[in-house]
């Protein structure tokens, strides 16, 4: 063998961090260790992660063709056997009344640690673009909190950050199994972006967490299947082994997020019984893909996002499955976001305490163990709302469900609901709000009175995809067309340019943001996700 063909086989063997690496912090994070454990994940399971998107599309493609999800046949024996419980929750992980969720970026992390939730989701995925500088710069803030050494000084405001003395326990959202990171590369392709955030985030982590008596924990979005469960499964018990850690050091919670996967809550449990320890109700996500995997099917179509709240008997019916499903096998049920931020007008700030009350109460009264935030504001509006219900206890896993039985008919159900002129206006301009914000760099997104993340987005596009799709009639007897869209979408630009004033619209993206929309919106075909073209637009 020739020294050229030893240099190739060499360079095909490992990872190339071609991503910016001027600032120093970097080499702390990226280092030969971290590299080489990044490297051994990438070999064994990148094939695997391919070869379950692929089955995705097919699995998609079957439902385009006019199948309905359904519960599986070939693992009706793991759904009846009553016996079999997921290994016990840790200690740390059985009160989680009130989670906070939001991203990677110094302050925010500070602040959701500090905001008094039991949980503060750190999300590498929906809640944070994937900047090259987010991503890096997101572990070492990571590696810091857990660290307790975190801090920031916000010169503009004068104001220094730091740790309480009673930080809410951290969890870290990896992105999911579709998105790239084009800044690490094996044998010249991107590499899956969710290995590079659990390899990076288990590395410099596990011994200040062990330090502390606490294990590794994850947050698994967009999951659509028991094999995808497994491969998870398969990935944390490889990082045990490789680095002789108790098996359980890495404990999961599961987002069911995705319509496929409500059908499947048994058998993820299943797969990854000796790592999960509860799931949550993804239920912006689920929304979407809702849409997205019935988009083919006319007598499926919702009406527009904002009156799909989950008073909706098919969104009520997947939330009570779930705290069924989780409480017979011992795992918490998670409830949803409540993406309300607080108002200064005391009359608008009524209404949100209002909706998020009611939004609680329905969550604790079907069982949910606990809940999400988006703000800190909000925090002790729903904790009191869980305290009332829970009586002093940490979690309801006794809470028994109601013996109605949740069939695939009723997870199914359409609803309906207004499909009015304003809706669409108010999509488009939502999305082109938060769109024009990830492609700079901007994952959480405050918008209308709401903290708008990558899957409301996906919510707007979707349902102006579907409609147009379908030659959907509105409420005043317009039928919903592409050119009536892009007249109504140019209209709202140029009410977003009015809004932000001439001087941000200049320097913002907003034209190519809504090019890039319309584009996504009246595709032949249907962009599994709008993160995936967008990517190629990150600053």
Known sequence: MSLND?????????????????????????????LSFLTKLVKEFAPRRDALLQTRELQQQSYDAGQLPNFRSDTRAIREDKNWKIAPPPTPLMDRRVEITGPVERKMVINALNSGAKVFMCCFEDASAPTWDNMIQGQINLRDANAGTISYYDQSKD??????????????RPRGLHLPEKSIQYQDQPIPGCLMDFALYFYHNYLTRAEQGLGVYYYIPKLESMEESQ???????????YFGVQVGTIRATVLIETLPAVFQMDEILYAMRDHIVAMNCGRWDYIFSYI?????????????????????????????????????????????????????????????????????ERESNNGHDGTWVAHPALVDLAMSVFEKNLSGKPNQLDFVSPEHEIT?????????????EAGVRKNIRIALYYIEAWIRGYGCVPIYGLMEDAATAEISRANIWQWIHH???????????????????????????????????????????????FELSTAKEFATFLTLPSYQLLN
């Open 408 to 420: 695939a008919e009723l997870l199914l159900k359409p609803c309906e609901g207004s499909r009015d």
């Open 231 to 241: 491969w998870w499964d398969d990935v944390f018990s490889f990082t045990e082994e």
């Open 6 to 34: 030893v240099a190739e086989r060499e360079k095909t063997a490992c990872l190339h961090v071609v991503g910016n690496m001027d600032n120093p912090e970097y080499s702390s994070i990226l280092t030969k260790e971290a």
């Open 292 to 360: 997205k995997t019935l988009k083919n099917h006319p007598d499926r179509i919702l009406p527009d996002r904002h009156v799909v709240g989950m008073d909706k008997e098919f969104l009520n019916a997947y939330s009570q499955l779930l705290v069924r499903t989780c409480h017979q096998r011992g795992a918490l049920a998670m409830g949803g976001m409540s993406a309300f931020i607080p108002s200064k007008d005391p009359a608008e700030m009524a209404k949100v305490t209002a909706k998020v009350i009611e939004d609680k």
């Open 159 to 172: 104001k220094y950050y730091q740790l309480s003395d009673d930080p809410a326990l951290l969890i870290a």
């Open 471 to 517: 030659s959907v009639v509105l409420d005043d007897g317009q039928t919903f067309t592409k050119q009536l869209f892009q007249q109504w979408l140019y209209q709202e630009l140029n009410t977003i340019k009015q809004e932000v004033g001439d001087t941000r619209y200049a320097e913002g993206r907003f034209e190519q943001t809504a090019d890039l929309f």
